[in-house]
């Protein structure tokens, strides 16, 4: 992570910005901890899919990631589009129903939603996503 928040002002104080305690360089095992990826062709509701699923706890944070160009076969053509993705980090526990969510809050027809399994991190960061998602 760097040292910008989620929402870029760069005044962040979660993980990886070095003001939590307990944390260290220690890695673990991290079977519950997954990584959801979305992509969408707006930035405004790239930030909504964002915000709303840590809102929710159904995800500790999500990514945006740069604009990139996507090429792809949609209804026999070949498509050219600018989308942002979502990078969603959660435990396969609140999965389920963050795909639920992001399948109705998500405007295409048929939305990227891939899920790649963590297998180590850091035992603070895993504990951390853990922990934000447990829901209150």
Known sequence: MTNETESGTGTGTGPGRGTETGTGT????APGIVVAQTA??????????????????????????P???????????????????????????RLPAL???VGTAHSYDVP????????????AYL???AGETTPE
């Open 26 to 29: 220690g890695t673990g095992t």
């Open 40 to 65: 969408i062709d707006d930035a405004l509701k790239a930030g909504e899919l964002a915000r709303g699923a840590v809102e929710m706890r159904l995800a500790a944070c999500a990514h945006i990631d």
């Open 67 to 93: 604009p990139v160009t996507a090429v792809y076969r949609w209804k026999g053509a070949v498509e050219t589009a600018t989308e942002w993705r979502v990078s969603y980090k959660t435990t396969r526990e």
């Open 99 to 101: 795909t639920e969510w």
């Open 112 to 123: 990227e939603w891939i899920v790649l399994p963590v297998s180590t991190g850091s035992a």
């Open 127 to 129: 504990s951390w996503v």
